[in-house]
């Protein structure tokens, strides 16, 4: 059983388009973060969230505690948000950090 | 300032033989975590160091163990070595707790066990 589930797994994507990351999760979290890793392996934390939303530049986050969902938005998608997205919570209880598999980002111009 | 540094980058290793992998994390950081990625597995949370004291572990065999120094710095130990230790080992440091925290990762240490 995965306690962080992410949708979708690959998505392919026009320059300029809308996209959200969906991440959902079965445990009680401190927190959730969206990570990036580009090719090479490098991880970059985009966001860290308890409520509410977040928003950076063209990324927006957001994150419902009630329903243990969080989503992810790239507005004006580019060919450089091409790159995996992680979902990752850190659990209220036995103090554990589990990971979503990640979604694959591809964007073409 | 410095972002956080790893070494060795690429590490080449034989079954049974042990590894030791270190971390530096950013200047003023008192947490260390340590993570191994695979592609089967993904990223797994391996343990976190602060302030000298491991403060989590995730579900990994006793081989894996670590430390954290008075500086902050960490090193991960990994002893006889199996081919499923294969990965890219990532350490992340933050000022605060890693889980409540923003995460600066370093740029990993790539094991291959032959």
């Known amino acids: 059983k995965n306690e962080v589930e992410q949708s979708p797994q690959n998505l392919t994507a026009q320059e300029g388009e809308f996209i959200t990351i969906n991440c959902s999760y079965s445990v009680g979290i401190s927190a959730l973060h969206w990570l990036q890793q580009h090719p090479g392996g490098g991880i970059v934390s985009l966001f860290m969230?308890?409520?509410g939303k977040k928003k950076h530049g063209r990324l927006i986050a957001t994150i419902n505690i009630q329903e243990k969902h969080s989503s992810l938005h790239i507005t004006a998608s580019h060919p450089r948000d091409s790159a995996v997205y992680i979902c990752a919570v850190g659990s209220n209880t036995g103090n554990q950090f589990y990971f979503g598999t990640g979604t694959s980002l591809t964007v073409i111009p | 300032k410095a972002g956080v540094t790893q070494t060795p980058r690429y590490l080449i290793k034989t079954r049974g033989q042990q590894v030791t992998l270190s971390c530096s994390p950013i200047?003023?950081?008192?947490?260390v975590s340590w993570y191994q990625q695979t592609p089967g597995q993904g990223l797994q949370f391996l343990f976190e160091y602060f302030s000298e004291t491991q403060r989590n572990k995730g579900n990994f065999p006793g081989r894996f163990s670590g430390r954290q120094f008075s500086n902050s710095r960490s090193e991960m130990n990994v002893s006889t070595l199996e081919l499923g230790d294969s990965a890219l080992y990532l350490c992340?440091?933050?000022?605060?707790?890693?889980?409540?925290?923003?995460?600066?990762f370093g740029p990993g240490t790539r094991l291959t066990v032959l």
């Open positions: 969230l308890s409520s």
């Open positions: 200047s003023g950081h008192r947490s």
């Open positions: 992340a440091s933050s000022l605060a707790r890693g889980r409540t925290d923003t995460q600066y």
